[in-house]
Nanobody, 121 residues
Framework: QVQLVESGGGLVQAGGSLRHSCAASGRTFSTYVMGWFRQAPGQEREFVATISRGGVMKDYADSVKGRFTISRDNAKSTVYLQMNSLKPEDTAVYYC??????????????WGQGTQVTVSS
């Protein structure tokens, strides 16, 4: 079992920045691929970014490439999402997740509680 606790998020103006953190319990953090997903009202949950177990390989949704950066610190059992140049369309509840691979939510077994990000224009 892995428990994920998120922090960060909030309200920011367009063009601003926010940083999410997601801390995992247990000693197996480094064995999981970590991902970030988001869900806007009335929409399905969508992939944002993923990072490999060692932190070398990263992948991003086209909509956030060049603006968001995913990173992890296995010694601290924490994954981060740095969000820059935020746009109103980035408004959503953001979730971190631990799983096996890829951009599909079905490949992730454990989920954080979600944190709201609201970007005002």
């Amino acid at each position: 079992q892995v428990q994920l606790v998120e922090s960060g998020g909030g309200l920011v103006q367009a063009g601003g920045s926010l940083r999410h953190s997601c801390a995992a319990s247990g000693r197996t953090f480094s064995t999981y691929v970590m991902g970030w997903f988001r869900q806007a009202p009335g929409q399905e949950r969508e992939f944002v970014a993923t990072i490999s177990r060692g932190g070398v390989m990263k992948d991003y949704a086209d909509s956030v490439k060049g603006r968001f950066t995913i990173s992890r610190d296995n010694a601290k059992s924490t994954v981060y999402l740095q969000m820059n140049s935020l746009k109103p369309e980035d408004t959503a509840v953001y979730y971190c997740a631990a799983g096996s691979a890829g951009s599909s939510a079905s490949r992730y077994n454990y989920w954080g509680q979600g944190t709201q990000v609201t970007v005002s224009s």
